[in-house]
T-cell receptor, first 111, second 114 residues
Framework: SQKIEQNSEALNIQEGKTATLTCNYT??????LQWYRQDPGRGPVFLLL?????KEKRKERLKVTFDTTLKQSLFHITASQPADSATYLC??????????FGAGTRLTVKP | DGGITQSPKYLFRKEGQNVTLSCEQN?????MYWYRQDPGQGLRLIYY???????QKGDIAEGYSVSREKKESFPLTVTSAQKNPTAFYLC?????????????FGSGTRLTVV
């Protein structure tokens, strides 16, 4: 069966450290993978998209990797800040099919 | 500023009632989507529309209905046939069906059955 697993429900780190979130999938062949940030009681906000032929993508303090062999994407936030505390969702985008979302990882950055 | 507006923010439904959730966008996006979010689960697609006057069922369309009479609007009706409607409902849009700029989401409507 198809599955999207985000490494853990919650991740706690200290301010200034790098947060690494994992998105693993099975029985999908995504052409694209997207990451979103969601704050409590709000809709998700699009952060980054990475294509299947791209290994890595960066945007300011964010870095995403995409390994289609391992069927895994890693999402890194460097020099994390308390304001980065939120739930982060990965979404798999197969061409001509619906986009599929993981359940999310709740990140807490402690001062 | 362009965006998606969902209303109301909170909605209470009595047993046997139909309720309609509003979703309006001024982004000139062609595609619009309705998702349901439950604790510990990924977003699940209810309905989507790629053009005006056309829409398709998602994974969990039973007990829901939609219309797309205008490009800007994609209302969702939760009917009495939906047995477990308590959830957080999210409307989203994308420039087109290819979604290469990602989705823009609204702020959501929290529906509770009383």
């Amino acid at each position: 069966s198809q599955k999207i697993e985000q490494n853990s429900e919650a991740l706690n780190i200290q301010e200034g450290k790098t947060a690494t979130l994992t998105c693993n999938y099975t029985n999908y062949s995504p052409a694209y993978l997207q990451w979103y940030r969601q704050d409590p009681g709000r809709g998700p906000v699009f952060l980054l998209l990475i294509r299947e032929n791209e290994k890595e993508k960066r945007k300011e303090r964010l870095k995403v990797t995409f390994d289609t062999t391992l069927k895994q994407s890693l999402f890194h936030i460097t020099a994390s800040q308390p304001a980065d505390s939120a739930t982060y969702l990965c979404a798999l985008d197969e061409a001509q099919a619906d986009m599929r979302f993981g359940a999310g990882t709740r990140l807490t950055v402690k001062p | 500023d362009g965006g998606i507006t969902q209303s109301p923010k909170y909605l209470f439904r009595k047993e046997g009632q139909n309720v309609t959730l509003s979703c309006e966008q001024n982004l000139n996006h062609d595609a619009m989507y309705w998702y349901r979010q439950d604790p510990g689960q990924g977003l699940r697609l209810i309905y989507y529309s790629q053009i005006v006057n056309d829409f398709q069922k998602g994974d969990i369309a039973e007990g829901y209905s939609v219309s797309r009479e205008k490009k800007e609007s994609f209302p969702l009706t939760v009917t009495s046939a939906q047995k477990n409607p308590t959830a957080f409902y999210l409307c989203a849009s994308s420039h087109d069906a290819w979604r290469r700029d990602g989705y823009t989401f609204g702020s959501g409507t929290r529906l509770t059955v009383v």
